[in-house]
């Protein structure tokens, strides 16, 4: 298995940029498809994108695409999320997650490991 620690969540204005960490330990990062998402008080949990297990393509959520890109170094066994034009309503906790299913997916259930979350919070 995987373990996923994510970083580099804060405060920040509307407007501003953002750029969180996942941090993989344990079983050879390389081998698994990632995505991140995040979740809102009292609301459920949103895919925000994913990125495939060699880093060669990339899938966003129209919420996002355009504002965030996700990356990765599979050397360094860490994901990236760049985040710009921050806006109020991205305010959440944000988490990476592992997959070792071929093919991506846009829910929750298609993760096999998590993360912790980190906190994101946009003042407008």
Known sequence: QVQLVESGGGL??????????????????????????RQAPGKEREFLG??????????YSDSVKGRFTISRDNA??????????????????????????????DRSSAYDYWGQGTQVTVSS
Do not use: N
């Open 12 to 37: 920040v204005q509307a407007g501003g940029s953002l750029r969180l960490s996942c941090a993989a330990s344990g079983r050879t990062f390389s081998s698994y498809g990632m995505g991140w998402f």
């Open 50 to 59: 994913a990125i495939t297990a060699t880093g060669g393509s990339t899938y």
């Open 76 to 105: 360094q066994s860490t994901l990236t999320l760049q985040m710009h034009s921050l806006k109020p309503e991205d305010t959440a906790v944000y988490y990476c997650a592992a997959t070792a299913r071929p093919i991506l997916g």
